[in-house]
T-cell receptor
């Protein structure tokens, strides 16, 4: 299957700082990428749909000013957690592809963010 | 409203037992259906998917799932589980003509006793 790579795999940051997470599709172009958040022992909650060349579409309840998404190329989307707080600590997962009928989504390995 | 329901949150089985994990969704239109597995410390992997055609789909590692449209269900099955099947299993649905996003169930944690 196609490969989606996330970087970093884990990051620890101080409260109040910003953290950028990258999601790359390595062997295919992705006009649409998705960002999920997974709390311990819970399911993946869709945060936003990242659209190449246009603004991201955020799910209800997700603060767009806090979780900045940029999808500047067909192989890269970034999620920046701004002014991070301990409650932002979570596992963030991106997926690429899967933006239409009968298409499969491929997932990155996830990024564990810990805010101290 | 919960779009994807997985009834079993935690399942414990012995090796060689048969497995069935339930998944129901609440959407009357066309859907794509998926089962993903997440082994400890690893990322999500696709087990199998249903797009159209034969409602009984076979996936990797001996897993299969049956789409029953009238019951809005897509249950995952395996006739004989192995210790290496210990993982978390997620059912997911894409609701076509609505938002095309893939929505996940809460997951089922499967623990196989050796």
């Amino acid at each position: 299957g196609a490969v989606v790579s996330q970087h970093p795999s884990w990051v620890i940051c101080k409260s109040g700082t910003s953290v950028k997470i990258e999601c790359r599709s390595l062997d295919f172009q992705a006009t649409t990428m998705f960002w999920y958040r997974q709390f311990p022992k819970q399911s993946l909650m869709l945060m936003a749909t990242s659209n190449e060349g246009s603004k991201a579409t955020y799910e209800q309840g997700v603060e767009k000013d806090k979780f900045l998404i940029n999808h500047a190329s067909l192989t890269l989307s970034t999620l920046t957690v701004t002014s991070a707080h301990p409650e932002d600590s979570s596992f963030y997962i991106c997926s690429a592809g899967g933006g239409g009928l009968n298409t499969e989504a491929f997932f990155g390995q996830g990024t564990r963010l810990t805010v101290v | 409203a919960q779009s994807v329901s997985q009834h079993n949150h935690h399942v414990i089985l012995s090796e060689a037992a048969s497995l069935e994990l339930g998944c129901n969704y609440s959407y009357g239109g066309t859907v794509n259906l998926f089962w993903y597995v997440q082994y400890p410390g690893q990322h999500l992997q696709l087990l199998l998917k249903y797009f159209s055609g034969d409602p009984l789909v076979k996936g990797i590692k001996g897993f299969e799932a049956e789409f029953i449209k009238s019951k809005f269900s897509f249950n995952l099955r395996k006739p004989s589980v192995q210790w290496s099947d210990t993982a978390e299993y997620f059912c997911a649905v894409r609701r076509m003509n609505r938002d095309d996003k893939i929505i996940f169930g809460k997951g089922t944690r499967l623990h196989i006793l050796p």
